[in-house]
Structure formats: C-alpha cells, structure tokens
C-alpha cells in the first residue's frame, strides 16, 4: 500500500513515521513534508503544498496512491476530501461540510447548543457594540474567539472591558486573524484543568484514542499568549477511566450522532478540546483533525497498525478496530523559534540532531528544511522531543536531559511540560 501525507508539522512527520512502521506499507510520501519527513527511512518528500487541492489529486493519481491522510485543518475546510472522493480516491478526513465544526466556531457553538452537548455560556457577534453589551451582563474573565481558522492562535482571555473591546475592535477589523476574525464568539471563562480528548469517528461508531493533554500559553506556568501548542502528555491523568466514559456518551458519541442527524455525517479525527470543571467536561473547541502536538506523545504511545485502522474506518468498519497502547506515559516539548507565535527567525542551522538517542526518545520535525546538508529552522514551533518513561516523572526527566543537546539560534521551550498532571500525582 502506497499512502500520501498532507501537510508539513510536527503531527505529519508523526503521522509518515507511524504509517511507514505498517507491514502492509511499501512508501509513505509527504506533501510538502518537512526536513524530518526527508531524512525519515520508508518516507520521501513530494514538493506539493498542502492547499493545492489539484496538485494533490494528481500526486494521488500518478502515483497510485491507495490512501492519502490529511494532516491540517485548512485543506480539510477547503473540501479536499470531497475532491479526492470525486476523483475516486481514498482520503482519510471529513468532508468541507463535516470540517465546519473547526472551520467555524460558530457553527460548533450553535451544534452543541442544539444537540445539549455541554459547552459555556456563549455569543456570536459582527460588531463591538453587540459584543460589549454581552459582556457588561457577565462576570470577566470572558474568552474571545475569531470564528474562522487562525492556526490554534485566534483567542484572547480578556480579564477587562477595555481588553475586550480593543479584541474586539482587532479581530473584527480584520488587523488580528485576517477574514477568520470577521465574526467573534464570546463565551464564558470556564475554570478547571484541559484536556485533549480523540476519537477515529465512521458515522455513529467511535473509537477513542489515549487521552492527552496540551500546553497552549508560550511560557511556564500557562502565561504568555496563545500558541499552537508548546508540548503535550499522553495519558491526561484528569480522564479518569469513569470520566473517559462520561465523555463518549455525553459528547462524542451524541456529536457523531448529531453530524449525521444533521445531514453531515463525519469521518476522521475528531478532537474535542475540553475543559474539565467540578460539574464534569466541558467542550471548548473542536478540532477535525489529530491535534499538535498531541500525535506525537500519543502516536509514541500506539502499539497497533494505524494504517490498517485507517483503512478498516474508511471501509466502514470501524468497529472491528481495538487499539494496543504502550502502559508506559509520553510526553513530548516544543522547541520553538525565539519570538513565536510573534515575529520570529528562519534559516538557522540546528545542531545536535545526529546524536544516538535512545529508543525512549523521538524528534519529529515540524518547523524545518533541508539544505546542502543541513537542517534549517523554518517554522515558529521548530521540533518536538518526545519520550517514553515508566512514570511521567521518568519520561519528564528523559526528555529535558536530551532536549538541550539540539540547538538553534534563540531556541525557546518551556521546562514545565506535564506540571498538571505531576501535580495531580504529587510530584
């Protein structure tokens, strides 16, 4: 079997070295891919990008391509797995009408609102003064999101009326997020721990995969702005084996429910992003793709074939799929371009990566390039160190003993990757 990854970060180098470890996998290509998806043995580069729907279709074609996988939210919300059905095509996602539940929060918001799947108090305007006379009737903090794609980076916690009014006034210029801000929901503050909750997803039928959760603020101690993400665990201790249940029957399985209710049945990945409260989970977003830098912790983590799951979801027989997980914890850290998610540096050597790691220990590429030799700095968040460990502790110390031997101009990461969950168990 031949398969084609789209995209280039550090889920998709993730994603090819997972696909490539399947025995019934003779090449996985990567569009555009990365310089890790390059150097990576049983994967190759293909210089497509990722939005070039046309130039997808016909990789697949020319290359006979039995299953294509799609990394990122936007190829998914421009309708490439619709483009690729028409073509004749496998292709592992939802279609653009299913992506909407990341494509808009708007839609989300009034999804779960229909189908009484819990989310927080919420509102969508077009205009300041709609969203300030909401805000004047709530208790701050209140969350701003811009309603389009923004590359996990489009929302503010604004703790006063003036920082809700001037996020208002950028996203809704246009100044913040470009056309994803043009509508903004506004939504109650939510208190208690996150956590990232995935499912593979065939109409009703679900699957859950190991939990995770995700380190979103730049800096230690969850301050800073918002990013893509600067690291991950696998498991999220927070979803204890009573509440994972809780979460398939009160969100997953009723939003799978719902999508084909309501006339768009989805297939795929579906992320719910979720606030864990006294009162139980919460959901914040949703994602219709596997989370970064979520996959690399869990994908360390999988045991079974992914590429023969994939294959049996498709064919629609998602319940025949059970999943093996690796007991042991993972964790995976960020290592980020000085300045990100602002203004940041490209074309920086990195060092270090030739080292002998041990097996525990995995760096997948995501901000990256190869030229004459080298590996470049291309990207805002750069690599994800990742590591296995009987305990997080372990896996923790693991990781932060290796990570400082690779180095790049500026490079930036958080040394706290984990604190809530070695928190939780009291170290």
């Given at each position: 079997m031949k398969i084609l990854v789209i995209g280039s970060g550090g889920r998709e180098h993730a994603l090819a070295w997972k696909l490539a470890q399947s025995e019934q996998v003779e090449a996985v290509l990567v569009a555009p891919g990365n310089a890790g998806t390059q150097l990576d043995e049983g994967t190759q580069n293909v210089d497509v990008?990722?939005?070039?729907l046309d130039g997808l279709v016909s990789l697949a074609r020319e290359r006979e391509i039995d299953l294509t996988v799609v990394g990122p939210e936007a190829p998914l919300a421009a309708g490439v797995v619709d483009r690729f059905m028409q073509a004749g095509l496998k292709c592992f996602g939802p279609s653009a009408d299913a992506a909407r539940l990341e494509s808009s929060k708007a839609f989300a918001k009034d999804?779960?609102?229909?189908?009484?799947?819990?989310t927080?108090?919420?509102?969508?305007?077009?205009?300041?003064d709609d969203g300030l006379e909401f805000a004047r009737g709530r208790s701050l903090p209140l969350v701003l999101k811009a309603d389009g794609l923004a590359a996990g980076k489009?929302?503010?916690?604004?703790?006063?009326?003036?920082?809700?009014k001037k996020t208002l006034e950028d996203m809704l210029?246009?100044?913040?997020?470009?056309?994803?801000?043009?509508?903004?929901?506004?939504?109650?503050?939510l208190v208690g721990e996150e956590a990232s909750f995935i499912a593979l997803v065939d109409g009703e039928t679900v699957l859950p995969l190991a939990t995770s959760q995700d380190h979103k603020q730049r800096d230690e101690g969850d301050k800073g702005p918002n990013t893509g993400g600067m690291g991950a665990i696998s498991p999220a201790p927070v979803v204890s084996d009573d509440l994972q249940d809780r979460i398939i029957d009160d969100i997953i399985r009723p939003t799978a429910c719902g999508m084909v209710s309501d006339g768009h049945p989805f297939t795929?990945?579906?992320?719910?992003?979720?606030?864990i409260t006294r009162t139980g989970a919460r959901v914040l977003e949703f994602n219709v793709r596997l989370g970064d830098p979520e996959t690399q912790p869990i994908l360390v983590r999988l045991k079974s074939d992914l590429a023969e799951a994939l294959m049996k979801t498709l064919h629609g027989k998602l319940d025949e799929v059970e999943l093996e997980w690796d007991p042991r914890p993972a964790i995976g850290v960020v290592m980020a371009a000085g300045g990100y998610p602002d203004t940041y540096r490209k074309g920086d050597r990195i060092t270090g990566l030739n080292l002998e790691w041990p097996d525990e220990i995995k760096v997948f590429h995501a901000g990256t390039r190869l030229e004459n030799g080298n590996v470049l700095t291309d990207g805002g968040r750069v690599l994800c160190v990742t590591s296995l460990g009987d305990t997080l502790a372990q896996a923790k110390g693991e990781v932060y003993r290796w990570l400082p031997q690779i180095g790049f101009r500026d490079d930036y990461y958080r040394t706290d990757i984990g604190h809530h969950a070695l928190a939780r168990a009291g170290n």
């Open positions: 990008a990722a939005d070039d999804f779960l609102s229909r189908h009484e799947i819990p927080a108090a919420w509102i969508v305007v077009d205009n300041v489009g929302v503010v916690v604004a703790e006063d009326e003036r920082t809700v210029s246009g100044n913040a997020f470009g056309e994803a801000g043009h509508r903004v929901v506004i939504e109650q503050f795929g990945f579906l992320y719910a992003g979720l606030m």
